[in-house]
């Protein structure tokens, strides 16, 4: 099956600083990528997502890239807020597929 | 619309114990998930269904049941439970396959103790 990997596992980050977190994945099959944001004691929600097809998405402050040559895709937050500070999931999925999500994130932005 | 709930919010088990956790969507989702989320290890797929009848082992099946009876339904049974399944049980629901990309909602989310 899948597998994804998901670093860094903690990242600290100033305010209005930019955070950057990279996912790697295995299978070439792999066609949708999204971004769960997780804050404590809550659900995980979708952030954004890409699919294959295109190597970059933003939405505001929000933006992911996509590199199927080499199997990765990234998550970057641009002037992080205090309430950016979250746990974030990458996942893989094939259309109609199960998800496999990456281990976590834990994102603190100082204020 | 509620989107997905999950009953009960809190349970605190002994070993050996049994438990069904409830699932429910409002959103006509052909496909339903059932994850464990424990410190560190990210979420992991117990078992999926890709609609009403229909059920599949995920990544860590093993000490659990599902059964979906109903589209809008998505039981988890513990038969005996034991301490190594104290975690956070989500359950997320989506549209069916086909040549859709298909976002996760998810649950609340359940806390379980096994003493």
């Known amino acids: 099956g899948e597998n994804v990997e998901q670093h860094p596992s903690t990242l600290s980050v100033q305010e209005g600083d930019s955070a950057v977190i990279k996912c790697t994945y295995s299978d070439s099959a792999s066609n949708y990528f999204p971004w769960y944001k997780q804050e404590l004691g809550k659900r995980p929600q979708l952030i954004i997502d890409?699919?294959?097809?295109?190597g970059e998405k933003k939405d505001q402050r929000i933006a992911v890239t996509l590199n199927k040559t080499a199997k990765h895709f990234s998550l970057h937050i641009t002037e992080t807020q205090p309430e950016d500070s979250a746990v974030y999931f990458c996942a893989a999925s094939k259309i109609g597929n199960q998800f496999y999500f990456g281990t976590g994130t834990s994102l603190t932005v100082i204020p | 619309n509620a989107g997905v709930t999950q009953t009960p919010k809190f349970r605190v088990l002994k070993t050996g114990q049994s438990m069904t956790l409830l699932c429910a969507q409002d959103m006509n989702h052909e496909y339903m998930y059932w994850y464990r989320q424990d410190p560190g290890m990210g979420l992991r797929l117990i078992h999926y269904s890709v609609g009403e009848g229909t059920t599949a082992k995920g990544e860590v099946p093993d000490g659990y049941n599902v059964s979906r009876l109903k589209k809008q339904n998505f039981l988890l049974g513990l038969e005996s439970a034991a301490p190594s399944q104290t975690s956070v049980y989500f359950c997320?629901?989506?549209?069916?396959?086909?040549?859709?990309?298909?976002?996760?909602?998810f649950g609340p989310g359940t806390r379980l103790t096994v003493l």
């Open positions: 890409i699919r294959s097809n295109v």
């Open positions: 997320a629901s989506s549209y069916s396959g086909g040549s859709s990309y298909n976002e996760q909602f």
